[in-house]
T-cell receptor
Framework: DPKIIQKPKYLVAVTGSEKILICEQYLGHNAMYWYRQSAKKPLEFMFSYSYQKLMDNQTASSRFQPQSSKKNHLDLQITALKPDDSATYFC????????????FGPGTRLTVL | GEQVEQLPSILRVQEGSSASINCSYEDSASNYFPWYKQEPGENPKLIIDIRSNMERKQIQELIVLLDKKAKRFSLHITDTQPGDSAMYFCAAGTGANTGKLTFGHGTILRVHP
């Protein structure tokens, strides 16, 4: 059974629209993360959360907003989508935020037309 | 912020030989260095990691070396097999109130029979 679930697996959106990427982990971890991977950039850190509190935000745009309704959930809301937002978004988790192994979910591939 | 350089970008080896991937980092505060393997269309999978209190770590055919003075670390795969063909990423993390991992640009490893 997958321990980190990301929904949907594929997502197509039009420029200017808003989407929410879902992530749930069943590893009992306390820290969760979002990374982005595109053809232009390698795996790029976006956010980290620990016990549902934001630890770090490395995104330059407020269009990206993480949302944590439960300790094992960390969704990513993206507003005013642009074609440059096209990428695979990976959710990851670790036992704790400090120097613990991070495990990646299967990813959501977002295409913005 | 931290920058991680990874070389080579493409590595072709014969089955049964060794493969080596080298990474360097800038931030002397970095103290956690994981390696991930990613196959096409899949998520990155943690294969081995090393912390700054170690110089060498081995898991089966995988060897990681860390030279803190030179700010370099490397992955060595001994007795390569076609199944080792994939993209490999190195990363560096400080753990300091963030959990952020900074990734290299990746190395495509091709193991030829």
């Amino acid at each position: 059974d997958p321990k980190i679930i990301q929904k949907p697996k594929y997502l197509v959106a039009v420029t200017g629209s808003e989407k929410i990427l879902i992530c749930e982990q069943y590893l009992g971890h306390n820290a969760m993360y979002w990374y982005r991977q595109s053809a232009k950039k390698p795996l790029e850190f976006m956010f980290s959360y620990s016990y549902q509190k934001l630890m770090d935000n490395q995104t330059a745009s407020s269009r990206f907003q993480p949302q944590s309704s439960k300790k094992n959930h960390l969704d990513l809301q993206i507003t005013a989508l642009k074609p440059d937002d096209s990428a695979t978004y990976f959710c990851a988790s670790s036992q704790d935020w400090a120097l613990y192994e991070q495990y990646f979910g299967p990813g959501t591939r977002l295409t913005v037309l | 912020g931290e920058q991680v350089e990874q070389l080579p970008s493409i590595l072709r080896v014969q089955e049964g030989s060794s493969a080596s991937i080298n990474c360097s980092y800038e931030d002397s505060a970095s103290n956690y260095f994981p390696w991930y393997k990613q196959e096409p269309g899949e998520n990155p999978k943690l294969i081995i990691d090393i912390r700054s209190n170690m110089e060498r770590k081995q898991i089966q055919e995988l060897i990681v070396l860390l030279d803190k003075k030179a700010k370099r670390f490397s992955l060595h795969i001994t007795d390569t097999q076609p199944g080792d063909s994939a993209m490999y990423f190195c990363a560096a993390g400080t753990g300091a109130n963030t959990g952020k991992l900074t990734f290299g640009h990746g190395t495509i490893l091709r193991v030829h029979p």
